[in-house]
């Protein structure tokens, strides 16, 4: 009974006898102050466009500097950045090089030493002189391209960890899909075979299978996940809150608008007859799967302040370039904080209620309130846990919750029941908010909004409340 006991206290479960112990228990509520500060939480926020280069000869490789990523964070608050492998060498080869694989890899490491995600994307080819581009484009046929995603598969598992989610890629220029040889009409892009929509789903699918099921890839257009996975336009073919994070193909493809805000329909990204229904599609697709990219041409009014703030609320943005394009962000002015503070999520406790008093092993329970302030959830997963701290001991536990699931602008209301800390004494209650496979590296926790919370050193969120146990 004694080991059972202990078990159950150390994963934050309670018998019916210590829930008994704690009836009348003196507890304490107190609010919090909100922060305008911007914060650099992962996953989230603006991000800096990288890319690399590999040719013939095997040259055209720059890795990543750990000094400038470092930068990013310390110096603008970014934790991202896109990292576009161009595979110039591949594209008429099917096997990859050990050596390339091996530059893969050593950017994976510098990201993780440096602190910051990776948003992935693989292609072949950039535009040739002169407009439209001129053909051949120089992307690879969909057999090559799955013999590259297969061969790349064990680097982008190893590396699971940094890689914030990976854009579909491999398919045209700059792997978005459009001017391609092998996947449309290569003399008029605009016409795509159903052999063309068979092939994009094919590799589609062997990058899902690539990566764990808890990442998500992220395709180009909204018809490109309507077409691929048979779903209609408007709110009826997005993502359901029942269907979120069940592991299948549409719980797990988000979108990237690459020319966000340029023209009504920018730039072909909406297809929809009227555009609204796409817009309606990606508003609710993305309360579950990710939203971002970057903007692309001024568009007065639309990509005024007013219009692109507004926009990027309802499509839950959690991302956007700030490399590009530089006209349309600085027509924003001051408000461009605004947009550093609200891009993807913003956790802010509002309430807690906490007892004060309990016994070794005895029942804590915790009341905790937190409001999203941001245009987006997390799409990726966070834990959630409790820590009691003293100058002596840290104690964790575990506690139901899915930050997933604290949609914007919604508060959450949590409440647990826990088992307190086995040796007596006064401590401190924090929350913790980390990444499950860098939990022993604060950087990449979630850190609150709010005042005069966060410990640094360990990446918890003081409460500012205190428990004796004795």
């Keep these: ?115 910051i995600k990776v948003i992935v994307r693989f292609a072949y080819a950039l535009p040739g002189d002169g407009w439209p581009p001129p053909t051949p484009y120089g992307d690879a046929p969909v057999a090559r391209v799955l013999k590259h995603i297969q061969q ?19 398919v045209g220029l700059w792997g978005e899909g459009y001017y391609t040889d092998h996947f449309s009409n290569p003399q008029d892009p605009s016409q795509v075979s159903d052999q063309n929509w068979a092939d994009r789903k094919a590799v589609v699918t062997a990058l899902l299978r690539a990566l764990p099921k808890d990442r998500m890839v992220q395709v180009r257009t909204p018809y490109m996940k309507q077409r691929m996975f048979d779903v209609p336009t408007g709110t009826e073919g997005a993502v359901s809150e029942d269907q979120a994070y069940d592991g299948s193909p549409l719980a797990r493809v988000g979108h990237h608008n690459d020319c966000f805000l340029a023209s009504p329909d920018d730039f072909g990204t909406y297809l929809s007859d009227p555009v609204e229904l796409d817009k309606d599609f990606v508003a609710q697709d993305t309360n579950y799967v990710p939203e971002g990219g970057e903007t692309c041409a001024v568009n007065s009014p639309r990509s005024d302040w007013d219009s692109a703030s507004a926009e990027m609320a309802r499509l839950h943005f959690s991302f956007l370039n700030t490399d590009y394009n530089k006209d349309v962000l600085n027509t924003w002015g001051d408000n461009i904080e605004v947009v550093k503070q609200k891009l993807g999520y913003r956790f802010a406790l509002t309430q807690s209620t906490v007892t004060t008093k309990a016994r070794p092993r005895g029942q804590v329970n915790v009341g905790v309130k937190i409001r999203n302030d941001g245009w987006a959830a997390p799409y990726n997963p966070h834990r959630v846990q409790l820590v009691f701290q003293n100058d002596k001991h840290t104690f964790k536990v575990n506690v139901p919750a899915d930050p997933r699931r604290w949609g914007s602008g919604t508060t959450t209301d949590l409440n647990w029941k826990v088992a307190a800390p086995p040796v007596p004494g006064k401590y401190r209650l924090l929350i913790n908010l980390p990444d499950p496979l860098l939990s022993t590296r604060p950087e990449y926790s979630i850190r609150l909004a709010n005042d005069g919370t966060w410990q640094p050193s360990t990446g918890y969120n003081d409460l500012g409340q205190t428990v004796t146990i004795g």
């Design 152 to 170: 790349l598969t064990p680097v982008l598992r190893q590396n699971a960890d940094v890689i914030e989610l990976v854009q579909s890629g491999f």
């Design 1 to 115: 009974m004694r080991r059972l006991v202990t078990a159950l206290a150390a994963i934050g479960l309670l018998l019916p006898t210590q829930a008994a112990m704690a009836h009348g228990a003196p507890t304490t509520t107190r609010t919090y102050a909100t922060s305008d500060e911007v914060i650099a939480n992962p996953e989230r926020g603006f991000y800096h466009h990288t890319e690399t280069h590999y040719k013939a000869d095997n040259t055209g490789y720059v890795p990543l500097n750990v000094t400038t990523l470092r930068n990013f964070r310390t110096q603008e608050n970014i934790t991202q950045i896109l990292r576009v492998f161009y595979l110039e060498k591949f594209a008429s080869r099917d096997v990859i090089d050990k050596q390339y694989l091996d530059l893969v890899r050593a950017d994976f490491r510098t990201a993780r030493a440096a602190g």
